[in-house]
């Protein structure tokens, strides 16, 4: 098969096959997306797609790689169209999408990128960029001494971080008199929107105080300068304002939970795609029927009528987003860490193992009471939606995707319900062993399970730590300080205890041991 999906090819694909009925060429780019990963275009790709599709022309996607070439080469080729692949047990349905008009390589063009989140036309910028790009510090706030945000500070007109790239083009709009995107973060962090406000005006802060040393010595760049001349005690006077100060103020960050589980394509997904279509895709894009998106409506500079098409707009999306991170996420680690150790290469089948089950059952019920009670959350049918979700045997998500990076992940999916507990004088004993369940399966890379089968930004350190043969509660609680679990909480020593048993039956008797402990599967004594 040589010829490939795109503007000249997408006619003639197969009745069955759905695809963009709008007018592509009319639609102007209105949103840039920084993170333009697989979960992007089976997510906020798919609902503005349905907008344009509803006669909406101005909130086209550019999308914009901070990384890799990769999705750049495979989509420019197609004009920017893809496949999503929606695929439950039953069978799957196959959808083109037509929203990402053009794509950037950051490292490649980071030109390119500014001129992009400086059109005028721009008034949403919304990220994927994953927990670790945030690059928050142990203690949550901005790590200042990472090389990227180094460089970013010293070169502000070729950044290489999200934070760069959006305090130079607020920077510029502010310069230019146009009014400041919307920056609509969609990833699993806590209070996402907050979050990255927060990272984002630590970032300006350290922008304004080198213009202010570059002006004493008369190296200022003209137009910030004059801003930051005011210095921070200028924040909110009359006077001209910081950077921060106008980040703080006149941009919004709404926070979002987005949901939709998207496992990594591969190469026998590519080729039954192509033969349904006929035609080539050189990434579709694999997803689960269910999706969710819960925004809150703070768009000054506008944006698509989004609650159209199944979007939930609320004032704060706090109680949704604790629900899906602490149930959804927080089981999927759990079925990610110990089905590793269990041999269970994806979800489903991890799911379908009765001691795993049993397990997610009981971490849902320890996860359930630390969620917000008064929000009119339905817990009940929350969780069992999610029991058929990880049930879908078409899906083959896997369980070594999912523990990529737990490092930065656990905090907001598991350590946040298990203090929450101990606070309130309950026991964590199932989401502790999550914790223990990925110290144990980091430990096992290079053993039971192959060399770099998933990664972590503290892979390096970790090692480190695990060569030095510490015992056990002593390397719990230096893991927890390297990740900065629990940091300066009153019960942070507890936590660790309870981690370090579970680590202490992991290594005698591996997952089974760990379980039976917990009363799940064969008793204790019994597994020899
Ligand atoms: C998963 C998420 O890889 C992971 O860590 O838990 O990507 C999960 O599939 C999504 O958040 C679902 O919305």
Redesign the pocket.
């Known amino acids: 098969m040589t010829s490939r999906l795109s503007n000249a090819t997408i006619a003639k694909l197969p009745g069955a096959i759905a695809i963009p009925r709008y007018d592509r060429g009319a639609v102007t780019p209105g949103i840039v997306h920084l993170g333009v990963g697989a979960?992007h275009r089976a997510h906020q790709a798919a609902y503005v797609d349905a907008c344009l599709a509803d006669g909406e022309t101005d909130w086209g996607i550019v999308g914009v790689s901070l990384r890799s070439p990769d999705t750049r080469d495979a989509l420019t080729p197609q004009d920017g169209l893809y496949t999503l692949a929606i695929r439950a047990s039953a069978g799957e349905r196959l959808q083109v999408i037509g929203s990402i008009q053009s794509l950037l390589v950051a490292p490649e063009d980071p030109c390119a990128v500014l001129a992009a989140l400086t059109d005028p036309r721009i008034r949403i910028v919304t990220l994927t960029i994953t927990e670790k790009a945030y690059l928050r510090a142990a203690d949550g706030t901005l790590d200042s001494a990472h090389p990227d945000i180094v460089h970013d500070l010293a070169n502000p007109g070729s950044p290489k971080t999200a934070h760069g790239f959006l305090a130079e083009s607020l920077a510029r709009r502010r310069a230019a008199g146009a009014p400041a995107f919307t920056v609509l973060c969609c990833d699993?962090l806590p209070a996402n929107g907050a979050t990255l406000h927060r990272l984002l005006i630590e970032f300006a802060k350290l922008r304004d105080s080198r213009l202010v040393r570059k002006d004493d010595a008369g190296l200022a760049r003209q137009g910030d300068a004059e801003a930051a001349r005011q210095g921070d005690a200028a924040h909110g006077s009359a006077g001209e304002r910081t950077l921060a100060g106008y980040v703080a103020d006149d941009v919004a960050f709404p926070s979002s939970m987005?949901?939709?589980?998207?496992p990594a394509t591969t190469d026998t997904d590519r080729k039954r795609i192509a033969q349904q279509l006929g035609t080539e895709d050189a990434w579709p894009v694999m997803t689960e029927p269910f999706c969710?998106w819960v925004i809150e409506d703070r768009f000054p500079a506008g944006r698509p009528a989004w609650e159209k098409f199944g979007v939930t707009m609320v004032e704060d999306v706090g109680p949704f987003e604790d629900m899906?991170l602490r149930l959804?996420?927080g089981a999927?680690?759990g079925i990610?860490y110990l089905g590793l150790l269990s041999g269970h290469a994806t979800v489903d089948r991890a799911f379908a193992d009765p001691a795993i089950r049993q397990f997610v059952d009981w971490l849902w019920a320890e996860a359930i009471p630390t969620l917000p009670q008064d929000a009119g959350l339905d817990t009940i049918a929350y969780t069992a939606e999610l029991a058929a979700r990880f049930s879908n045997t078409a899906l083959a998500?896997r369980t070594a995707?999912?523990a990529?990076?737990g490092s930065q992940?656990l905090p907001q999916?598991i350590v946040a319900s298990a203090l929450a507990r101990l606070e309130a004088g309950l026991l964590p004993e199932h989401l502790s062993l999550v914790v223990a369940a990925w110290i144990a399966a980091c430990a096992a890379r290079g053993g039971t399970l192959p060399e770099g089968h998933f990664t972590d930004p503290l892979d390096a350190a970790l090692n480190d730590l695990f060569g030095r043969n510490l015992p056990t509660a002593e390397m719990a609680a230096a893991v927890f300080d390297l990740a900065g679990f629990a940091k300066g909480h009153p019960e942070r020593q507890k936590l660790i205890e309870f981690v370090a048993t579970h680590l202490v039956h992991l290594k005698q008797g591996g997952p089974k041991l760990a379980l039976a402990a917990l009363g799940i599967g064969a008793e204790p004594g019994s597994t020899g």
């Not at 987005?258 to 998207?262: A, F, G, S, T």
Request: net charge positive; charged share 30%.
């Open positions: 979960f699993n987005v949901d939709r589980i998207v969710q899906k959804l996420n999927h680690s990610a998500h995707q999912i990529n990076d992940k999916r």
